[in-house]
């Protein structure tokens, strides 16, 4: 069962999941301090529900919305002020939960969001490189001051007053294998792409070559994706791959209409 932390400020934690069975739990167990938590699930055909039901969690279940609705979903259904919002693939680590406990019984009234540093995981390895690190992104949120952006991919929480840059990470467990890191790539590209036309962003027959060739330069040289070794090389191909999927299917779109 979810245990309430020490802050006299309560504390949610809003995730949104989709047979999530294997990586929930430990999820869940990381949040063990918060006052709620909130599940919101789009179909899981898998045990993630009563995954989620073991660890006394809020249940919501959704139709898939997009990232941005969907986890704007999620934290409207809280009904703390404060909420901490994660992937079923993250974890919080127990000093950082420490950190997250001494910023909010502080209450400090200028601020309305606290981000942190992601430390990314791949075959069981720390990835420093590749722009994997320090990765820092907005994960814990006034509710009342903000939103999520709306984009269909790469969302983003836009606040209406002060971000605090946390000194604390947040760990990412995201790939466990080349099939998921390509099966991501083919996702994130055909959201990508979608928005892209949608925005009146056109592209001609050498954009997707030279924007492949450009994100691979990116992330294996000047993000030094070549000391993460082989699986740094990957993730700048997939990454190559990824942005020249975006503009090919952009071009097709194109085509198309």
């Known amino acids: 069962m979810v245990q309430k932390m020490s802050s006299e400020i309560p504390i949610s934690v809003a995730i949104i999941t989709k047979n999530e069975e294997e990586r929930l739990p430990?999820?869940?167990?990381?949040?063990?301090?918060?006052?709620?938590?909130?599940?919101?699930?789009?179909?899981?055909v898998d045990e993630t529900l009563d995954v989620a039901r073991s660890f006394g969690a809020k249940i919501f279940i959704e139709e898939w919305r997009g990232f941005s609705d969907q986890k704007q979903f999620a934290v409207n259904q809280c009904n703390n002020v404060w909420v901490l919002i994660l992937d079923a693939d993250e974890r919080i680590p127990e000093a950082t939960a420490n950190i997250i406990k001494r910023e909010i019984a502080s209450d400090e009234q200028m601020i309305s969001a606290y981000s942190f540093r992601r430390k990314n995981y791949f075959h069981g390895k720390w990835i420093k490189h590749c722009g994997w690190w320090p990765d820092r992104?907005?994960?814990?949120?006034?509710?009342?001051?903000?939103?999520?952006?709306?984009?269909?991919?790469?969302?983003?929480?836009?606040?209406?007053?002060?971000?605090?840059?946390?000194?604390?990470?947040i760990e990412h467990v995201s790939f466990q294998n080349y099939s998921e890191l390509v099966a991501k790539m083919e996702n994130y590209s055909n959201l990508a792409a979608a928005e892209m036309f949608e925005q009146g962003i056109r592209a001609n027959p050498f954009t997707p070559i030279?924007?492949?060739?450009?994100?691979?330069i990116r992330t294996y040289i000047l993000e030094k994706g070549i000391f993460d070794g082989f699986d740094g090389f990957m993730i700048s191909a997939m990454n190559a791959g990824g942005s020249f999927m975006k503009y090919a299917k952009l071009r097709e779109k194109q085509i198309e209409h």
């Open 137 to 169: 992104i907005v994960r814990l949120v006034n509710r009342k001051k903000g939103g999520f952006d709306g984009r269909r991919v790469h969302e983003s929480w836009l606040t209406e007053g002060r971000v605090e840059e946390l000194d604390a990470s």
């Open 210 to 216: 030279l924007h492949g060739i450009w994100m691979f």
């Open 26 to 44: 430990a999820c869940l167990k990381s949040v063990s301090f918060a006052d709620e938590v909130v599940v919101v699930d789009s179909g899981s």
